[in-house]
Antibody, heavy 121, light 108 residues
Framework: QVQLQESGPGLVKPSQTLSLTCTVSGASIRIGGYYWSWVRQLPGKGLEWIGKMYYTGATYYNPALESRVTITVDTSQNQFSLNLRSVTAADTAVYYCARPAFSKKDVFEIWGQGTVVTVSS | EIVLSQSPGTLSLSLGEGATLSCRAS???????LAWYQQKPGQAPRLLIFGASSRATGIPDRFSGSGSGTDFSLTISRLEPEDFAVYYCQQYAQLPLTFGGGTKVEIK
């Protein structure tokens, strides 16, 4: 059974970098055809896709965040990470990592439990 | 970017009633790459429907999806207590992936 678990600081100061890690268990992050994504949910609002990565290191980002986002992979640890730079209060959200149900189709069947990140001084 | 608009914002219904939720896209969603999710407070979204009309594993048959092009619907035939939640549509036809703003189904 594939499980995802987000981890990282729950509080980040404005202008600093938000760093989160998603640990994958029950499957290899190197599985062919599957891109691994980050999605966030702003307080009381809907869902926003941040970006995705393939185990080779290939990445795609949401243009709205692209200038501040980096997603990286550590295949030896079966983890992938999110870095969001120059954060403001508007980046306060629940951050999820997610895996698609199918190869090459970004329909999210498996989600982490989510981690709350607050941006505040 | 494909913008998804969901309506209504809130649906107030009684147990056993049927519900129809709408998702309209700003441009055609190719190959009907449209999914629906259910989210309850404090939980991650749960995949219900993909490909506009295919139920995900373990999803009861009272949930059905339909539509094509720019207009899609999620129907819940008879509301059970566990169905009261927020529902989101998502397109995966092109990047960036986008979600609708959600429809809340609440108990009347």
């Amino acid at each position: 059974q594939v499980q995802l678990q987000e981890s990282g600081p729950g509080l980040v100061k404005p202008s600093q970098t938000l760093s989160l890690t998603c640990t994958v268990s029950g499957a290899s992050i190197r599985i062919g055809g599957y891109y691994w994504s980050w999605v966030r949910q702003l307080p009381g609002k809907g869902l926003e896709w941040i970006g995705k990565m393939y185990y080779t290191g290939a990445t795609y980002y949401n243009p709205a965040l692209e200038s501040r986002v980096t997603i990286t992979v550590d295949t030896s640890q079966n983890q992938f990470s999110l870095n969001l730079r120059s954060v403001t209060a508007a980046d306060t959200a629940v951050y999820y990592c997610a895996r698609p149900a199918f190869s090459k189709k970004d329909v999210f069947e498996i989600w982490g439990q989510g981690t709350v990140v607050t941006v505040s001084s | 970017e494909i913008v998804l608009s969901q309506s209504p914002g809130t649906l107030s219904l009684s147990l056993g009633e049927g519900a129809t939720l709408s998702c309209r896209a700003s441009q055609s969603v190719s190959s009907n790459y449209l999914a629906w999710y259910q989210q309850k407070p404090g939980q991650a979204p749960r995949l219900l429907i993909f490909g506009a009309s295919s139920r995900a594993t373990g999803i009861p048959d009272r949930f059905s999806g339909s539509g094509s092009g720019t207009d899609f619907s999620l129907t819940i035939s008879r509301l059970e207590p566990e169905d009261f939640a927020v529902y989101y549509c998502q397109q995966y036809a092109q990047l960036p992936l986008t979600f609708g703003g959600g429809t809340k189904v609440e108990i009347k």
